[in-house]
């Protein structure tokens, strides 16, 4: 299974005082043990930077580290962003280019704690409680 893991995601993985922390942490390690394929856009690695080291004062270097190890990257190209524009059903254009981008590279799956936002996306969102759930039975 391939899965995009949203920017929501990373960060929780990024700051362990998050609440979702633990289950982030387990999708990645899903990952690194090839149990899953994971992907990742560099808009999200970039706003993960913001969030963890503006603003948890986290360094983040460490997860990137594992990330550029066990992940590959969605690129949020020209393609991507067309498939986003023409879809007018998305209320959040970000979610919706990361789902192009996700797609575009074989994502069926998007782990998000915002499943609403990617709806009316070509990617089906699962909480990442809930995928973890699922992969670890």
């Avoid at 979702?20 to 992907?39: F, N, P, S, T, Y």
């Avoid at 856009?41 to 080291?53: E, G, Q, R």
């Avoid at 575009?104 to 990617?118: C, I, L």
Wanted: charged share 20%; hydrophobic share 45%; aromatic share 6%.
């Amino acid at each position: 299974m391939t899965v995009l893991f949203d920017t929501n995601v990373l960060i929780d993985a990024a700051v362990a005082s998050r609440s979702h922390h633990g289950a982030a942490v387990r999708l990645i390690a899903a990952a690194e043990r090839d149990i899953l394929d994971g992907l990742v856009a560099p808009a999200s690695i970039a706003t993960c930077w913001y969030v963890a080291y503006e603003r948890e004062d986290t360094d983040p270097r460490p997860l990137f580290n594992l990330l550029a190890d066990v992940m590959r990257i969605a690129l949020v190209g020209r393609s991507a962003l067309r498939t986003a524009l023409q879809n007018p059903g998305t209320d959040d254009f970000e979610d919706g280019y990361l789902a192009a981008a996700g797609a575009a590279a074989g994502a069926s799956v998007v782990a998000t704690r915002n499943e609403a936002d990617f709806e009316n996306t070509s990617l089906t969102p699962y909480h990442p409680l809930d995928l973890v759930q699922m992969i670890e039975q």
